[in-house]
């Protein structure tokens, strides 16, 4: 079942607004509007961005048979660590970027000790969003419990935090092409599979439904950092919103397989991604245009 | 009624050995034995500090009739919490230091961007052990939300990471008496009343014992801060354990106030702290003996 691309992109559009509205409800409840840290705050989180996870989270509810209210508190809380991550990532320590979404980075406007501080700032804000979250949602302690455990074990060694880890590390020169795309898993599958995983807990999803939105947040992860290379190596400043060839000196997916090969690969996780979801039959429909759309752009 | 040193000494040595013990447990937990950020995180927690923050934890929950075992995930929690800071004011950003007890700090030794993601790895997983002690002690989903909001609150803009954002600004040169005392509260005193907010929260304390370890906390938490100022003034490096005279280029409550102007503060603070849990009579000993401490040291 096809659907028309316009309709994907009003959806997308709808949900972006939500969010976004959502976003800046949950920032200004923190900050007090004459706080000196609220420009920062607002930049950081608030200044563009496609908004991927927090949507696949309201499209993922919908497939649950759930209000997208289900999940709005957990979804921006999910977006706020993505931003973190990105901020993180910019630091002068790390990737010592100079633009993001066309802007100067946020340590270059507001200084590096206060971004770090701001880092950890909204990283416990997101942590209470979703334990707030689960609260209205009725969990159990129990299930808040199981919920607190997913969130740090995605986020930590074996998810997010270690992905970077990784990214950053000497031995990154020496990845095969099986090391880079668990590195890849690690640092950008791993928050995807945590919007499967909390979705899945905040609906109560049966096991088979989890398990199935997992996998496709999984493939979907690493193909969106395969094709990340891809339009490293291909793309314009314009397009990214960021330096492009800022890997010039990193190994790079398509560096160790060649642009081709990369292109296939990226197509073969596209192509497992929407297949996890086939169970759901045309109900799925977004998630399943959402691959067409990343396998398009290439 | 005075309690020899002898035995609060023994006591301090009991408690810090129980909160070591399970500091090492709860690391261990989370780190596979090979893996190559067991170290720096074992040097971040466990090499030395004096615990104070935990062991307060463990003697208020007696205090409050409940076994320390009640607190001790939480206790552990707020250690990790305090180390998270200790390596965040070190950052090359911050302070710029290069000793902490007695070692070089995180960043020489690991490198600033792991250290900067090694503390958020250790933050999450503080917020996990406080949620997860949280659901060991029965308490109910609506406690859990109001303590994840304590536990944001008091790390937040008006507490901790706004303690130390005010501490690296500009305007500090300017600080009145009193906004420095207030950035002290921030800066040291919060994490202090999170101990105590935390502690009657998992204790199920009745309001006004509540309210008299809070007050406690926070105005030990200010003493602990003017006393470290005095310090640096007049300590040595073997007493600190780090770089004394750091603060040579930031106003202090010392050059602000003099010397014997930051004393009479001191002991003015712990006067209150003292008076604040007078309520539960001789049993707050351990409590009281501390406070008399940190004013003979000076």
């Known amino acids: 079942m096809n659907h028309p691309l316009h309709l994907f992109q009003k959806e997308w559009t709808v949900c972006r607004q939500e969010v976004e509205a959502a976003l800046a409800e949950n920032l200004t409840a923190v900050l007090p509007p004459n706080s000196p840290f609220r420009q920062p705050i607002y930049d950081c989180v608030l200044s563009g961005g496609k908004r991927l996870r927090p949507i696949l989270m309201l499209k993922m509810a919908e497939l649950l048979g759930q209000p997208q ?133 905040l609906c109560q999803a049966t096991a088979p439904e989890a398990k199935a939105l997992v996998n496709y947040a999984r493939h979907l992860g690493i193909a969106y950092q395969i094709r990340d290379d891809i339009l490293d190596e291909t793309g314009e400043l314009h397009e990214l919103g960021k330096n492009p060839h800022q890997d010039a000196q990193k190994q790079t997916h398509t560096k160790l397989a060649g642009l081709s090969s990369s292109q296939t690969r990226l197509k073969q996780h596209l192509h497992k991604a929407e297949q996890s979801v086939a169970c759901f039959g045309p109900r799925a429909w977004f998630l399943t245009c959402l691959c067409q759309q990343y396998g398009a752009l290439n």
Chains 1, 2 share one sequence.
């Open 69 to 201: 209210q289900t999940v709005l508190p957990a979804a921006c809380a999910i977006e706020i660590l993505h931003s973190v991550s990105l901020v993180l990532d910019d630091l002068p320590a790390m990737d010592n970027a100079t633009v993001r979404r066309g802007q100067p980075t946020a340590h270059l406007m507001y200084g590096e000790a206060n971004v770090i501080l701001l880092s950890h700032l909204l990283a416990f804000q997101a942590y209470d969003l979703i334990v707030q979250n689960s609260v209205a949602n009725g969990r159990s302690p129990q299930q808040i419990a199981q919920i607190s455990t997913s969130l740090v074990q995605l986020t930590g060694l074996h998810g997010v935090i270690g992905g970077q880890m990784d990214d950053l590390a000497e031995a990154r020169r020496s990845f095969s092409k099986q090391e880079m795309e668990e590195m890849y898993y690690k640092k950008t599958g791993a928050l995807l599979v945590l919007t499967a995983v909390l979705t899945s807990q």
